[in-house]
Structure formats: C-alpha cells, structure tokens
C-alpha cells in the first residue's frame, strides 16, 4: 500500500489541473454556449512559446511562463472576438466543430514549430516540497492541487457575488433577453474568452512540470477536462473539481499495474460514462417520486 502513495500524490496533482481545464470549459460553456476544444492546445503553445523563450531568448522562467499564458489567452480571446458572434446563433454541434477545427490548426503549428526537437521547461517550484511519509512532494504537485480547489472557489464566488459573475450567468440563461435588459454582451463575452485562456494557459504550463513537455499529450489535456466538466453537466464547478480529482487519481493509479498501464488513457471516459449511466438509472425513480 505504501508504494501507491507517489501515484497518489501524482495523481491529487493531475487532477487540480484537470480542474483547472474542466472549470474553463464550464464558465466558457454557461457564458458563451461554445463548448471549447482547444484548451488543451492553446496551453500547449504557451508551453512550448515559455520554453523556447526560457531558452533562447534568455528570459528567466516566471516572466517566461506569463508570456506564455499571455499568449494562450490572447488566442482564446482573438478567437472569442472574431467567431464568437458569429457561432452565438449556431447549433452546438456546430461550435463544439468550429473549436475542433482551432485545435487542429494549433497542433500542425506546433508540429511545424517545436516538433522536431525535444524540449523541457522546469519551473523553480519543482525543486522545493514537503517530504510525506517516504515520499517527497515537491512544489509543483502542491501547487496543481491548490491551484485547482482555489480556482473553483473564486470562480463560484465571481459568479455569485459580482455583477461581471451575474451578467455571465444571465448570458447563459439567454442571450438576447439579457442583450434587451442592457447587459453589454460582447464585452461580457470577451471577458469569458480571456479568463478562460488565462486557466488553460496556466494548465498547460502546469502539465507541462507534471508530465513534460509532449505536444500531443499537452494538446489531449482538455479529454480530461472536458470529461470533468461533462461529469458536472457543464454547470456545476465543485462537481466539475471533484471529478477532476477523481480521473487524476485513478489514471494515475492505473500507471502502478503493470497490466492496466496502457488503459490509463481510457480514464476520463470511463469515469463520464460511468456517472452518465448512474444518472441515467435514478433519473427514473426521482420522476417517479
């Protein structure tokens, strides 16, 4: 039992970044309706522009991880602005595709960037911990996990207590009555657009410490936050953190059976289609009641 405890602590850190992503795609979602695909990529080129700005320009690594989410967010944003008004009347499928299409074209761009290399970004949080039990958990893990539980709880917060949170809320709830009650959408829009960006690029820079710098795997990021957030039906955050943590720990745990290693990727599916399905059958019985 003691040998499980570094996959735990592995996998308690994963999942605050899975938080991170699923809490993006929720706020985005209920703000937007645009259910975004692209998280993953756009914190892989932020990685990846942090990295390659660490080592060949020089910078020290903290101003070269905030450009680096800098410029995830200023995609999500740029993107926000110029195919957001146009998918706001769209089919779900339709916006859902359009994002597919971003993550695409991110992917072949960091192919053709970074792709023939190998790279690494060590963030100085990695070098210091706590020692728990036999295991040592350095400052990165630490931070991923704290990183996911407070995000969600200021974004609970933001949406509850602020008028910026309360304008986001109505948006979701419907779009032209809250245009025709003087709520300015677009700014209100563009204001979901950038915090989104900012977590994803904060995830990806955090993933990247976690499990290197691999731009496919980076890329892959949102399956988990997406899973997590479909756990939380794209409403609830701390249903969205919970499953969060809950695809980090078993796929992490996974990783220590010789015979189910190669599985771990199936995680996130698994845990959606099985609290789908727990979903599906007391459905019944609360109508019922």
């Known amino acids: 039992m003691p040998s499980l405890l570094p996959f735990l602590v592995l996998g308690l850190a994963l999942g605050g970044v899975f938080s991170l992503s699923g809490v993006g795609i ?30 060949t320009a020089g910078l020290s690594v903290w ?19 110029l195919l957001g008004p146009r998918l706001a009347q769209r089919e779900p499928l339709v916006k859902a595709a359009a994002t597919l299409g971003l993550t695409l ?28 039990g036999a295991v040592h958990v350095n400052g990165t893990q630490l931070i991923s996990l704290a990183l996911g539980l407070l995000l969600t709880a200021v974004t609970a917060l933001f949406l509850d207590r602020t008028a910026l949170g309360t304008a986001m809320r109505a948006l ?9 009650l003087g709520v300015p959408v677009r700014r209100v829009e563009a204001a979901a657009w950038l915090g989104s960006g900012v977590v994803f690029g904060v995830a990806g820079i955090v993933l990247s410490n976690l499990v290197g710098l691999d731009i496919t795997g980076l890329t892959f990021l ?32 996974l990783t220590s059976v010789a015979s189910l290693s190669s599985y771990r990727s199936m995680t996130p599916f698994l845990v959606a289609i099985a609290v789908v399905l727990v979903m599906a059958v007391r459905r019944p019985s609360q109508t019922r009641v």
């Open 26 to 55: 929720v706020v985005l979602y209920r703000t937007t309706g645009v259910l975004y695909l692209a998280g993953g990529a756009v914190g892989a080129v932020g990685a990846f522009t942090a990295c390659s700005l660490a080592t």
């Open 63 to 81: 101003p070269a991880a905030a450009l680096g989410v800098a410029l995830s967010a200023a995609i999500t944003l740029l993107y926000g602005l």
């Open 105 to 132: 074209v991110l992917l072949g761009t960091m192919s053709w960037i970074w792709g023939a290399q190998t790279y690494s970004l060590s963030l100085p949080t990695t070098a210091w911990g706590i020692v728990l």
């Open 172 to 180: 979701a709830d419907d779009r032209e009555s809250s245009a025709l």
């Open 222 to 253: 949102i399956i988990s936050g997406l899973a997590a957030a479909l756990v939380g039906r794209l409403e609830s955050l701390w249903t969205t953190l919970a499953a969060g943590l809950v695809i980090g720990v078993a796929q992490s745990l």
